[in-house]
Structure formats: C-alpha cells, structure tokens
C-alpha cells in the first residue's frame, strides 16, 4: 500500500515555511525523504529510523511518528532551490522493496 | 566519482520494436532497482536484484525483462514497447546496513523512453 503524502501541491513565497505530511496504512519501520526536481532523479534528502526520530539538514528537518505510521518534512524559510516533487518512501521491512508516496509537489516563487 | 550511470538518457523506439536499457555502478551495491516513472507520479518499482538474486513485482507485466550479469551491471529488456511504456525509467542501486531500514537509494539520471 502506497504511503499518502499531504497536501498534493503547495506554492510558497521565498523565505516561507512548509510542511509535508507522509501516511501509512502499514507499519513503517523507516521513512526515506527524497527531493525530485523536472527531468532529473530524485535525491536523497534523509533517513529516519526510529519512531520519534527527528533529523536535519541546512533549514530542512524531519520527524518520524511510529505509533502513528506517520512522518513530516518541515521547509523552513524555503528558497527557490527548494521546488521540486517531494516524495516519502519506505522499505518492506527485510524485503530490499521499496515504495515511494503519492509526492508533493511545492513550488517556490520568487 | 562513485555513481550510477545510465545509457542512454534518451531513447526512442517504435512500436512493438525491442529496446534495451543500461545501467552501471561503481559503487559496488549489491542491490539494483528499475523504476519506470510516469509523468506526475512516483517511481513504480519494477523488478530489484540482491547480488543475482532476481525479484519480479507481481504486477511487473512479462513484456518487461532484467538481466544483471554482473555486480557493475544491470539491463531492462523491453520486447514489445507499447505507447503506455513510455516513462522515465530509474536505475538504483544500494547496500543495506545491518541496521534495520537504513538503505539508501543512489539513482542514476534516468532513461527517458519514447514510443512512436
């Protein structure tokens, strides 16, 4: 089952913050943040582990709800290099498969 | 630089005519991925090896084949393209920790394949 990601779009102004919400069906026992940017790969952003984990890097953090199978990305003062399709994902828990969310797509303007 | 390099970045083939796809790493992962992407979605998994070990999604249609002859290595046969096979195709690899959870994926830039 798909991980949901909310909202499914979102459009800021530079230097405005933004959460993405990621939700599970199933039990997570990670969550993976990847950033996609038009025609290119999707880069890996973070991993979080543990229930209740909290990660960042440079103004982008991440927290991991277990009990609630779910997990956030928080943009802060967002810049323009922040635009792109944002994907959460997970592992099958021993299986090497992988599922991507639904993605979010923000956009920042200038 | 240690990547994951995929060739070609474009391809256009025609209808019904095969097409093969190219991955190499030198990161020495033992896990390889193919992805194919549509526009607005996420990556779609389509098959993974764990060193030669091959597994196919259930939902993977039989039009599309892996080869993986060696580690560096990976191939996607497509025997039949059809108009909905045109997507962005991914190559991933990585090496899972014995943590469990921590594997993370290195892409490579993607194939974009078109269908006439």
């Known amino acids: 089952q798909q991980p949901v990601q909310s909202p499914q779009a979102v459009i800021l102004r530079e230097g405005e913050d933004a959460v993405i919400n990621c939700s599970s069906s199933?039990?997570?026992?990670?969550v993976h943040w990847y950033r996609q940017k038009h025609g290119e790969a999707p880069v890996f952003l973070m991993i979080?582990?543990?229930?209740?984990e909290q990660k960042g890097h440079d103004k982008i953090s991440a927290s991991f709800n277990e009990k609630k199978q779910q997990s956030s990305l928080y943009l802060t003062a967002s810049q323009l290099s922040y635009s792109g399709t944002y994907f959460c994902?997970?592992?099958?828990?021993?299986?090497?498969?992988?599922?991507f969310g639904t993605g979010t797509r923000l956009k920042v303007l200038a | 630089d240690a990547m994951v390099i995929q060739n070609p970045r474009y391809q256009v083939t025609q209808f019904g005519k095969p097409v093969t796809l190219s991955c190499s790493q030198t990161?020495?992962?033992?896990?390889m991925y193919w992805y194919q992407q549509k526009s607005s979605q996420a990556p779609k998994l389509l098959f993974h090896?764990?060193?030669?070990?091959?597994?196919n999604e259930a939902d993977t249609p039989d039009n599309f084949q892996s080869r993986r002859p060696n580690t560096s290595f990976c191939f996607l046969d497509i025997r039949s393209p059809g108009l909905g096979d045109a997507a962005m195709y991914l190559c991933?690899?990585?090496?899972?920790?014995?943590?469990?959870?921590?594997?993370?994926?290195?892409f490579g830039p993607g194939t974009r394949l078109t269908v006439l």
């Open positions: 090896y764990y060193d030669k070990d091959f597994n």
């Open positions: 994902g997970t592992e099958i828990s021993g299986t090497y498969k992988y599922i």
């Open positions: 979080l582990l543990k229930g209740g």
């Open positions: 990161l020495n992962h033992n896990v």
């Open positions: 199933k039990a997570l026992y990670s």
């Open positions: 991933a690899t990585s090496r899972p920790l014995l943590i469990r959870g921590y594997n993370e994926q290195f």
